[in-house]
């Protein structure tokens, strides 16, 4: 009887306990997430103001109706991301917070997604899922990203829940109704992700095939044509879109790449063979990481030490033991030599957090099977405490990375936004009262800050904004630029007010030798 009572609890418990380490993580995720990163960066701001205007009138800021792609300064956005800020804005009105709750939920639905698709692989191993929950939940790749409004983060989300889809098709135990039905989704997952971010358009086809490959036999023939299908009616869109903007899709990436470079065939395999390694490089994966402020903190690596050794463990297990050659697995450790596979065609700011987001899934993945393997050592006291270090040490790397995300990265975050205190300096232009407000729109795409930030202030009146390069205020105009073209404005005199605060971190920073750092944004009114 004891043993039933028991065994009842911990089933129920175990749901409890996992419910609790998700209100943990969204916690976190969501804490400051309207104001931290400081400031806003002119892709969040161009997303903002188009979702906004699509929320408001159903045209973005050219005057497209539902267009299927965004133009934006020098490129096109993807859409799926825009119109869920839309809907959110929507609902909620515009704001900072709103803009960047869309990207807690990409990440929060990723989460869902990758927990199920966990609990799929490993269903009697209630302490793996718990560590794929923890491990995913905190990941320094992920959780940057959920916090800013970038598009990349919604490719997350579709990984994971075509991953998921997949397995359910050919792996679970469902009827023909049902597979049928797992079929048509897991074709519209894989083909709407080429919506989701520009690295998609690789990377999905590369599944598209890898997965086709793996799993045609005569049984599954008929599911994979299905959801090919499905894939080639959800490509329609997208190939009209390039058919009226020839262009469009292919202009960034060769702006970016060095494949139409004037350089010989095989410079063009070396470098991509080693930009491909300088991702999987551990200088990248656990020591440095992105050097660029928006893509990460600044501080370790994409993942966590103890997640990495233990995919690398993993890998070995799958290897050693030969369930590499099971279909799924088979298909997982493709894909993760596909991940850097897009990141690795381009050459600006090498390696990159963005380009290459699905590394972090995919090492999760094998560190989970890193895990499983521990669990399988013989000697159950070795295994105990390997087990219990693994813990100690993902703990301790998910406490110091939160302890310097939220107390030196504020500090930090500010090169990154290169728009920080925009706000404030157009509200106190407003509060001034002046003839007219002129912006100087540099660096390039930051007119999008304006136009953003001015939805949000407090205005007592409507008060002419003009965009110009060639700023010539007069009596009772103010003008609102970026500190790092402060000697250009030098020429300007007869200044009335100024505005050219500095941000103070807070009082723990302090203590731990945080300074203080000039605003970005600088106002002057004559």
């Not at 000697?487 to 971190?505: A, C, L, N």
């Not at 009082?507 to 030798?513: P, T, V």
Request: with cysteine; charged share 15%.
């Amino acid at each position: 009887m004891n043993t039933i009572v028991k065994i009842t609890r911990h089933k129920h418990s175990f749901p409890l306990s996992l419910a609790v380490l998700f209100l943990l993580i969204i916690f976190f995720h969501v804490l400051k997430i309207g104001s931290l990163p400081l400031g806003l960066y002119v892709d969040e701001t161009s997303i903002g103001y188009n979702a906004a205007l699509i929320a408001e009138t159903g045209k973005d800021e050219f005057g497209a109706s539902y267009p299927t792609y965004f133009r934006a300064f020098g490129e096109f956005k993807n859409p799926i991301y825009i119109y869920l800020t839309a809907a959110i804005f929507k609902l909620s009105g515009v704001s900072e917070f709103g803009l960047r709750f869309t990207s807690f939920v990409f990440y929060l639905l990723a989460l869902g997604f990758f927990v199920l698709f966990a609990n799929k692989l490993w269903p009697a191993q209630r302490k793996i899922i718990v560590f794929a929950t923890v491990a995913f939940g905190f990941l320094p790749q992920y959780f940057v990203l959920s916090r800013i409004s970038f598009e990349v983060i919604s490719q997350l989300s579709w990984l994971a829940a075509s991953f998921y889809l997949i397995w359910l098709c050919f792996e679970g135990q469902l009827s023909a109704k049902q597979r049928w039905l797992v079929a048509g989704l897991c074709g519209l997952a894989l083909g709407s992700s080429i919506y989701t971010y520009s690295t998609a358009r690789v990377l999905s086809f590369l599944c598209c095939v890898s997965f086709g490959l793996i799993y045609l036999n005569k049984t599954n023939f008929k599911y994979l044509a299905f959801i090919g299908a499905v894939v080639l009616l959800c490509l329609i869109p997208y190939v009209l879109f390039s058919i009226e903007h020839p262009s469009a899709m292919t202009g960034r990436f060769y702006l970016l790449s060095y494949l139409d470079n004037a350089i010989p065939w095989y410079a063009k395999v070396f470098k991509f063979i080693r930009y491909y390694f300088e991702h999987w490089s551990p200088r990248f994966l656990i020591f440095q990481g992105d050097q660029n402020p928006r893509h990460a903190s600044g501080y370790g690596g994409m993942v966590f030490v103890v997640v990495w050794a233990l995919a690398i463990v993993g890998i070995g297990y799958l290897l050693k033991s030969g369930r590499w050659k099971q279909r799924f697995n088979l298909l997982l450790l493709v894909n993760m030599a596909f991940a850097p596979f897009a990141a690795a065609l381009t050459e600006e700011s090498v390696p990159h957090a963005l380009r290459a987001l699905p590394l972090g899934f995919y090492i999760v993945l094998m560190a989970c099977f890193g895990l499983q393997a521990l669990h399988g050592i013989s000697d159950k006291n070795a295994g105990r405490g390997l087990q219990q270090l693994v813990w100690g040490l993902l703990l301790f790397e998910v406490a110091a990375y939160l302890f310097m995300y939220f107390v030196f990265f504020p500090e930090r975050s500010i090169r990154g936004s290169q728009s920080y205190d925009t706000k404030a300096s157009l509200q106190a232009a407003y509060d001034y009262n002046p003839k007219r407000i002129l912006f100087y729109p540099e660096p390039g795409g930051s007119y999008a800050n304006l136009k953003f930030y001015n939805l949000l202030v407090n205005k007592q009146k409507e008060i002419p904004l003009i965009i110009t390069k060639n700023p010539r205020p007069q009596a009772g105009d103010c003008l609102i630029y970026y500190h790092w073209y402060e000697g250009r404005m030098q020429r300007f005199s007869d200044v009335k007010y100024q505005k050219t605060d500095r941000y103070q971190p807070n009082w723990l920073a302090k203590d731990f030798g945080v300074k203080g750092n000039e605003l970005i944004s600088r106002l002057r009114c004559y």
